[in-house]
């Protein structure tokens, strides 16, 4: 079920998007096979912690997270991916790792990466593995307010900093 929280803030926003309903799917990749989009234009959503302070990682599905760079970007000390123990109480309304790009609704800085904004629109999970939201780029960057940076990479895995 779509996030409660986040279709409130949608709809308070006037915010035209698509709910897209499909079966069960874990994995950004496997999300976007399933609804037929490409992987640059579905993003995922990273919990990280910056100085131990949890935040909010927004990339293309098809890349993935350079936590050197994104340490360097932010100018923190120290970067750690968050378990999902640490963060699933920080979003009740969503079924882990289904959280929206949305992380300023729940208490947590948003870092997208600049490839987004190379699309118009973006599809993002809506608080459930069947579930997702697809709403112009603009509108995305206007309510989550995500500092843009560059630290997504196309190969290789999670890289520690």
Do not use: W
């Amino acid at each position: 079920m779509c996030s409660a929280k986040l279709r409130e803030f949608l709809d308070k926003n006037q915010i035209k998007y698509v709910l897209i309903t499909h079966s069960t799917a874990y994995t950004a990749q496997e999300i976007a096979a399933v609804v037929h989009i490409k992987g640059k234009e579905l993003a995922k959503s990273v919990i990280v912690k910056l100085d131990d302070v949890m935040a909010m990682a927004v990339l293309p599905a098809s890349l993935h997270i350079d936590l050197a760079q994104l340490r360097a970007a932010t100018g923190a000390k120290a970067i750690a991916l968050a378990s999902e123990p640490e963060f699933k109480s920080k979003f009740p309304d969503c079924e882990t790792g289904a959280m929206p790009p949305f992380g300023n609704l729940y208490g947590l800085a948003v870092y997208a990466d600049q490839s987004l904004a190379a699309d118009k629109e973006i599809a993002f999970n809506a608080g459930s593995h069947n579930e997702l939201i697809r709403l112009p780029f603009a509108d995305f960057e206007r309510l989550a307010k995500p500092t843009m940076l560059k630290f997504a990479t196309g190969s290789g895995t999670a890289a520690a900093g």
